[in-house]
């Protein structure tokens, strides 16, 4: 089981990004890959993915685009207002025209919870409007996936509440140590590897 830290996957990326595979194919890469393991384990169905500005929510449009193509019913919710980081965006320019926005009366018909907030540099308190989202995807009977880490823990602890209650976690490149550490292991849920687009042997 290979484990690294917030730090060691950035210096990753940062190298494979200099060595040919850009920030964006690593993102179209980890939406595919999340997109892809729903669709071989989940029918078709009614789903809302949640949204934040960094690339995290980029991940979750390239999924909900992913998703959307192979039939199920997807909704969109982006819990922020305001600037949203540049990759993410473009990611978003990209969804579908007919993809519609959700709100807390689609949250609770969902059947499928994706959470795609926070990835791995959350830190400090969470944000009201955020808190009222993943409490109210807490409640419903959905099946809950967080990408990379359920939104409210840090990668190696857990920051504040509320935070998202993943039935499973789709996590990018590796294990965080949040993934295998108890008590938070138990909050993230099955885990699951996303490959996206080169290996680390060494750090």
């Known amino acids: 089981m290979l484990i690294l830290t917030p730090e060691q996957i950035r210096k990753a990326e940062q190298d494979a990004n200099c060595n040919g595979l850009s920030y964006a194919e690593m993102m179209e890469n980890a939406g595919r890959g999340c997109a892809r393991h729903i669709q071989n384990n989940y029918a078709p169905c009614k789903t809302v993915v949640l949204c934040g500005r960094g690339k995290n929510g980029g991940d979750g449009y390239v999924i909900a685009r992913y998703l959307h193509q192979a039939g199920f019913a997807v909704s969109l919710c982006n819990v922020f207002d305001g600037e949203t980081d540049s990759l993410s965006a473009s990611m978003r320019a990209q969804l579908p025209s007919d993809i519609q926005q959700a709100d807390l009366q689609d949250l609770q018909q969902a059947e499928i919870i994706i959470d795609a907030v926070f990835g791995i540099g959350f830190h400090g308190q969470m944000p009201e409007t955020v808190a009222t989202w993943l409490q109210a995807a807490n409640q419903t009977q959905a099946a809950r996936i967080a990408i990379d880490v359920p939104s409210g823990l840090n990668t190696d602890h857990c920051d504040g509440k509320p935070y998202f209650h993943a039935n499973e976690t789709l996590t990018m490149l590796c ?29």
């Open 175 to 203: 294990y965080k140590p949040v993934h295998a550490y108890k008590p938070f292991a138990s909050l993230c849920g099955k885990i699951t590897v996303i490959p996206i687009g080169f290996g680390v042997d060494t750090i």
